[in-house]
């Protein structure tokens, strides 16, 4: 499993930077990490993604000014900073895994099957 953490509250224009670990400690047999986040009565929406072996990155053309995801292998945790935070990113983000063999990776939400629980992230004056 994978797990989430640093959600909190955050003025607009604030940053944050959640982080996505494996509840084992290590992100073995995983080979992309993709953050996705759900507002209130939307739809889930792909934000990024990492591929861990080939450190390629793909992000949604909306949310690639202001997100970047990174991984820290040693830590085996995935990064998600975001910065220029508008009321407008208030959702809650989940980080999932995938075990696909691939070179690249995808932020498309069938192509994960490992979920997290989810952090709230609100952006509020």
């Known amino acids: 499993q994978v797990v989430e953490s640093g959600g909190g509250l955050v003025q607009p224009g604030g940053s944050l930077r959640l982080s996505c670990a494996a509840s084992?400690?290590?992100?073995?047999?995983?080979?992309?990490i993709a953050w996705f986040r759900q507002a209130p009565g939307k739809e889930r929406e792909g934000i990024a993604c990492?591929?861990?072996?080939?450190?390629?990155?793909y992000y949604a053309q909306s949310m690639k000014d202001r997100f970047t995801i990174s991984a820290d292998n040693a830590e085996n945790t995935v990064f998600l900073q975001m910065d220029s935070l508008k009321p407008e990113d208030t959702a809650v983000y989940s980080c999932a895994a995938s075990s696909v063999a691939a070179r690249k990776c995808s932020i498309l939400f069938i192509a994960y099957h490992t979920w997290g629980q989810g952090t709230q992230v609100t952006v509020s004056s």
């Open positions: 084992s400690g290590a992100f073995t047999g995983y080979s992309a």
């Open positions: 990492i591929n861990l072996e080939e450190s390629y990155t």
